[in-house]
Structure formats: structure tokens, C-alpha cells
């Protein structure tokens, strides 16, 4: 049987936010995004889980930064969605988009 | 010029012993490079929320990533917290049986103080065997098997009887018994610790 490649709904707006961040993306400007753009205050605990179960699945990449004074020396984990990651994203988005389709509550218009 | 960079100095290591401290605490649940970068991540925002969402923030993260090493393999972890429990047995025997070695201690605080030696010893040996057989979920079924156990002791010494003994023995005893389950967590930890280095001194080494 095939491994399931199914997202979750977190984990499809942390991919959003790594795609809207480009070569930025790291576990604080990640936080950021969703809390700016999505209205989630996600926990680092259920961010940290989720980035490594999406590395584990092949969706995501990361690479390590430059160390800085001003986080104890310590370097930045980047991430970057990969052609995986994308797949499984769109996937993702089509399946609601087709379930909403049509839905008056979702979309304010008349049923089809 | 020089002040300022001897200031820089004292800034970065008021910042890094905390950090150093998160990461350390964080490596014993994941992997030394992601303890890394979540300790840097976190150190980078204490500067707006404070050093107690700071801690507080580490903690949590701790706990998020010890539910998700059960909750991945949960069967691995429970024969692993099994195998813990049945590791346990054997040093409360041991202990029972020097003691029995010398008649005269037997039931004498100094008989029951070699037996709460031997299974604290026990305890610490247990956890670190528990890492050293399985390096990844060693430490979350040590958590794990740490929890149930303290929970169940408590609940069980808060409801049984008191048994017929003398106070210091039955002192020694309760306070063995309480003390196992961190003394477990504590092997896991310093077994885990001794696996990150020896992986930093050997990628160090392959250099």
C-alpha cells in the first residue's frame, strides 16, 4: 500500500507561508507569516513538529545559515518547499476547491 | 573600539548561556543541528517576549517534540518503556540479594539504604541503557515510562495504608521509590548527551 502523502492543515499553511518567503524562511519569520497573514498563533512546538514531519515526507528541504550574536551563535535552518511538496500542496488546494465549489456559505454564490 | 567589542562580547554571552542551556535541554528529544536552530530561533525573539515565554516556550517545544517521537511509533515506544520496567526488576534484586548477604543489616536502615542505593543505581543504568539501544526513542520511552511510573507511585502512596514499619526505613523507602522515575530520565539524558558528542567529535575528527 502506498505511504499516505496526505497534508494536514497546518502543515499546508506552513508550506503557503515557506512559499510566500522565499529564501527568507526559518522557524521565526515562518511564526511571523502565519500570524500576520493566516491570523494563526502558532506554537514553536507545533511548528518544529510539523517542519520535520514534512522533512521526513520529502517535502521540504533545509540548509543551514550563518551563526549571529544575536541568536547566541547559533545558525538559521532554512527551508524550501520541494517539487514534492508542491505536488502534494496542489493536491491539497484542488481537493477543497473542489469540495467548496459551489458552497454558498464558503463563496457567497448561488449553488450551481 | 576596544570597549565596544569587549560589550559585544559581554552582550553575546549573556545571550548564548541561556541558549546554550535551551539547546542542550531541546537535544535530548531531537537532533543537535534542529536544537540548534530552534535555540537560536527562540533566543531571537526573547528580546520581544521576555525570558519567561523564553523558557516557557522551550518547555513546550520539549514537550511537542517528545508527544511526537511516542505518538510516531507508539508500539516502539511501549515495548521500549516495557523492556525499561522488566531492566528496573533487575537491580531491586540484586540489591536484595547483597543485602541478604549480610543477615544482620536486613530491615536496618543501613540495609534499607544499600537497597535504595542499588536501585537508584539501578534506575540510572536502565535509562541509559534504554538510549543506548535505541539512540532516537530511547529518551521519549524513558519520559514516558518516568511519568507513568511517578504518576502511579504517587496515586498508590497516597491511598495505601501505611504498612507496619519503623519511620526510617519506611521514609527511605517512599523516597527511593519517588526518586526512581527522575533518576531514570536522568540516565536516559546524560546517555543521550554522551551520543551527541561523541557524533560532534566524530564528525570533528572526519574533517
Not at chain 1, 538559521?76 to 491539497?92: D, E, H, M, N
Not at chain 2, 536486613?106 to 537497597?115: A, Q, R
Amino acid at each position: 500500500m502506498a505511504r499516505t502523502t496526505n497534508l494536514g492543515e497546518l502543515e499546508q499553511l506552513i508550506l503557503l507561508a515557506v512559499l510566500r518567503l522565499g529564501d527568507d524562511a526559518y522557524g521565526v519569520t515562518i511564526r511571523a507569516e502565519l500570524s500576520n497573514r493566516a491570523r494563526r498563533a502558532v506554537a514553536p512546538g507545533a511548528l518544529y513538529t510539523a517542519l520535520e514531519r514534512l522533512e521526513t515526507k520529502g517535502f521540504v528541504g533545509s540548509r543551514m545559515g550563518d551563526p549571529t550574536p544575536q541568536r547566541g551563535g547559533r545558525a538559521k535552518r532554512y527551508v524550501k518547499v520541494t517539487a514534492a511538496g508542491l505536488k502534494a500542496l496542489k493536491r491539497a488546494q484542488h481537493a477543497f476547491d473542489r469540495l467548496a465549489d459551489g458552497l454558498n456559505q464558503l463563496r457567497g454564490k448561488h449553488a450551481h | 573600539m576596544r570597549s565596544t567589542g569587549w560589550l559585544m562580547g559581554s552582550i553575546s554571552s549573556e545571550v548564548s548561556m541561556p541558549t546554550s542551556q535551551a539547546e542542550r535541554l531541546l537535544s535530548l528529544f531531537t537532533s543537535a543541528d534542529r536544537a540548534s536552530a530552534i535555540a537560536g530561533d527562540l533566543t531571537e525573539e526573547r528580546d520581544h517576549r521576555g525570558p519567561i515565554v523564553f523558557w516557557l516556550d522551550v518547555v513546550r517545544t520539549m514537550s511537542a517534540l517528545w508527544t511526537r517521537a511516542v505518538t510516531d511509533a507508539p508500539l516502539r515506544v511501549l515495548m521500549l518503556a516495557l523492556s525499561g520496567c522488566v531492566l528496573l526488576v533487575g537491580p531491586a534484586f540484586v540489591g536484595i540479594a547483597a543485602i541478604a548477604l549480610f543477615p544482620g543489616a536486613i530491615g536496618s536502615p543501613v540495609g534499607w539504604s544499600g537497597l535504595s542505593l542499588a536501585w537508584c543505581a539501578g534506575a540510572l543504568w536502565t535509562g541509559a541503557s534504554l538510549v543506548g539501544c535505541a539512540p532516537s526513542r530511547g529518551l521519549a520511552a524513558c519520559a514516558t515510562l518516568a511519568l507513568v511510573g511517578e504518576t502511579l507511585l504517587i496515586a498508590f502512596l497516597a491511598r495505601a495504608p501505611v504498612p507496619e514499619l519503623p519511620m526510617v526505613p519506611l521514609v527511605i523507602a517512599y523516597a527511593t521509590s519517588l526518586a526512581v522515575p527522575p533518576l531514570l530520565l536522568v540516565g536516559g539524558a546524560i546517555a543521550r548527551r554522551r551520543l551527541i558528542f561523541r557524533g560532534l567529535s566524530t564528525q570533528e575528527h572526519h574533517r
